[in-house]
């Protein structure tokens, strides 16, 4: 056996190995960025003075799938597609388990929530306070 040889295997043996070195390190890494809240992507909209709205993708998702509430001036908009019956090929459609939540003013309203086409869209306002009307002070 050659110096080359001694090191060849070495080499070998370090990186088939490596897996059970690296692997819970990498696999923590990967399962952290899967949980990551980038999924699903957003938009949001202005549609007048006073009235807003957040538009969500949600390919493969329906009302069924998908849960809406508003509480503490938290929106948090969460779903899940159980899809077991179905035997991809390739599944290309991010059809997962997902949780986002907004922060919202203190003064903002959820006022309606629909789905068409696989875009949820939350339409959002501003509860205005009353006018405040001059109060007229008799002079004495």
Do not use: C
Request: zero cysteines.
């Amino acid at each position: 056996m050659t110096a080359l040889d001694i090191i060849n295997k070495f080499n070998k043996d370090v990186w088939n190995h490596s897996d059970k070195m690296f692997g819970d390190a990498f696999d923590s890494i990967f399962d952290s960025w899967s949980k990551a809240q980038s999924f699903p992507f957003y938009n949001v909209v202005k549609y007048g003075k006073g009235e807003y709205g957040l538009e969500l993708g949600l390919a493969g998702f329906n009302k069924k799938n998908v849960k809406v509430q508003y509480q503490d001036g938290v929106l948090t908009v969460s779903g899940q597609v159980e899809d077991k019956e179905k035997d991809y090929i390739e599944k290309g459609l991010a059809a997962r388990k997902f949780f986002k939540q907004f922060a919202l003013h203190d003064k903002a309203v959820v006022n309606d929530a629909s789905m068409e086409d696989g875009v949820l869209t939350i339409k959002l306002g501003v509860n205005e306070p009353e006018e405040i009307k001059p109060l007229d002070i008799k002079i004495k």
